[in-house]
């Protein structure tokens, strides 16, 4: 009886193709290890000079240092970010363009309805967050209220009268005050302006009564003075005015509006890419040169990182868009 042979053509194409697949898989661990070994793009959907941008350049500065490539920043302002953000999206998933983005990239999906062509959370890959700035409930000293509760009892007192400022509609200050009077159940006076500084203006003029600020926009006024805080939008207190309460403390619920400031990377990242990157942004956060850095800006180091970021991100994506929905805010 002559011997069966099996055919030879099939046992060839999968011996190639496990070579194939265990070839790529190599390279990519390859190319992980040896990561970065050209410059990374950093974007930063902001002008030079504002707080993102002058927090992504510290942290530029010490991902450099640490992964020996150069981080270069990519200022990419305009269309409430999603200029940056579309080119992160649309970026390949090797580690080598990033996004340096802030709460506001959770913002995007309910401000501007079916108008992005990417998915601000299935799109990206959020590895870590380096600073944050809790919203801070600031009033002018000619308003007579010494604490919060004062603050609410005037606002109850006088519905729709007691004016609150943010830097224009769908800013992060705008989405803190509706979220607090929602929450509290108070009418106030939303006075949207062309951003951060002409609101501490009229608060120091007495123009405005109040404003729900982030803590980095009026700590110089705060320090000074020329402007009383009531309370702290976070879970603990901050470093920078310990004195304060949280609203918590102060009687105004479990309500927090901190800001965050953190990288993103398009989605498909490789886990040791983002380890490498999650490594490197948790030491900044970390290191004495940044904690001083941030402290100067009035901001807090903070390191979130991986699936607690990423949940964050998608927790806030639906906040904010049933917010922009109840209030009807759409972006220009």
């Given amino acids: 009886m002559l011997e069966q042979k099996m055919p030879l053509a099939p046992i060839s194409q999968a011996l190639v193709a496990i070579v194939l697949v265990a070839s790529g898989t190599a390279q990519a661990q390859t190319g992980a290890a040896t990561y970065p070994t050209k410059p990374v793009k950093l974007v930063v959907g ?107 009892a005037k606002a109850r007192a006088e519905p729709g009268r007691v004016t609150a400022g943010t830097a224009g509609v769908g800013s992060s200050g705008h989405f803190a005050t509706e979220m607090f009077a929602r929450a509290q159940g108070l009418q106030l006076n939303h006075v949207p302006y062309k951003g951060a500084a002409p609101v501490v203006t009229d608060l120091m003029g007495g123009q405005l009564d109040s404003s729900f600020a982030t803590l980095g926009s009026v700590l110089p006024q705060i320090q000074s003075g020329k402007l009383r805080v009531l309370a702290v939008g976070a879970p603990k207190r901050s470093t920078l005015v310990p004195d304060v309460p949280t609203f918590a403390e102060a009687g105004g619920g479990k309500y927090a509006a901190d800001v965050w400031y953190g990288v993103l990377a398009p989605a498909g990242l490789p886990e040791p890419i983002a380890q490498a990157l999650e490594r490197t942004a948790a030491d900044f956060a970390k290191s004495a040169s940044a904690i001083d850095k941030l402290r100067g800006l009035g901001l807090d180091a903070e390191s979130v990182c991986g699936n607690a970021f990423a949940s964050r991100v998608a927790r806030e994506v639906t906040t904010y868009g049933q917010m922009a929905k109840a209030l009807d805010l759409k972006a220009d």
């Fill in 46 to 152: 902001f002008a030079a000079g504002g707080p993102t941008d002058v927090v992504a350049r510290a942290f530029a500065d010490h991902a450099s240092k640490a992964l020996g490539q150069p981080f270069i920043i990519d200022n990419k302002p305009g269309a409430g970010t999603i200029i940056a953000a579309q080119a992160v999206a649309s970026a390949p998933a090797d580690g080598y363009t990033l996004l340096f983005g802030a709460t506001n990239h959770a913002m995007i999906p309910g401000l501007y309805q079916g108008r992005i062509k990417f998915d601000a959370v299935k799109s990206f890959r959020p590895l870590c967050t380096v600073a944050s700035s809790p919203t801070v409930l600031v009033v002018a000293p000619s308003l007579p209220v010494k604490t919060l509760a004062d603050y609410q």
